[in-house]
């Protein structure tokens, strides 16, 4: 698997120029730039992202526990997840729960393993506490009115 360095390598620049490129960073030369982009071609390079969400601390994915796909309620909200996550170039992974704790809990482990950025909850039957209690791993927001 061909990596940055090969790449520097490959196109006599440092691996911080080719970082530079492969981030669209402004301050790269154009010779230098079309250098790197041809040693990319040439050593067939794919980004590798689980390196990216490592230097970066995010994954640009959300996650979404609903209870079912097939009913029209959820079905439109995930619609609209969909949507509002391609528009901001995220992507989202489902949760179809069954309103099954153990797999409600999946999606938590997610968010506290950092394997999503945030979780949306459409519905749910773990205890509304016990799902607050991974506010600490990131954002959650919830699709239902809760009183407190």
């Not at 945030?118 to 799902?131: N, R």
């Amino acid at each position: 698997m061909t990596n940055i360095r090969d790449l520097a390598r490959e196109a006599n620049v440092s691996v911080t120029t080719v970082s530079r490129v492969l981030n669209d960073h402004p301050y790269v030369a154009n010779e230098k730039r079309q250098t790197v982009r041809e040693a990319i071609e040439k050593l067939g390079y794919i980004r590798n992202q689980t390196a990216v969400h490592l230097s970066t601390g995010m994954t640009k994915t959300v996650g979404v526990m609903l209870p079912f796909v097939d009913h029209p309620y959820h079905a439109a909200i995930l619609q609209g997840i969909a949507q509002a996550a391609f528009d901001a170039s995220y992507r989202f992974l489902t949760w179809q729960t069954n309103y099954v704790e153990t797999h409600e809990q999946l999606a938590l482990d997610a968010l506290a393993q950092q394997e999503i950025d945030a979780l949306i909850v459409v519905s749910h039957s773990l205890p509304l506490s016990a799902i607050l209690s991974y506010e600490q791993y990131g954002p959650i927001v919830f699709c239902e009115h809760h009183e407190d």
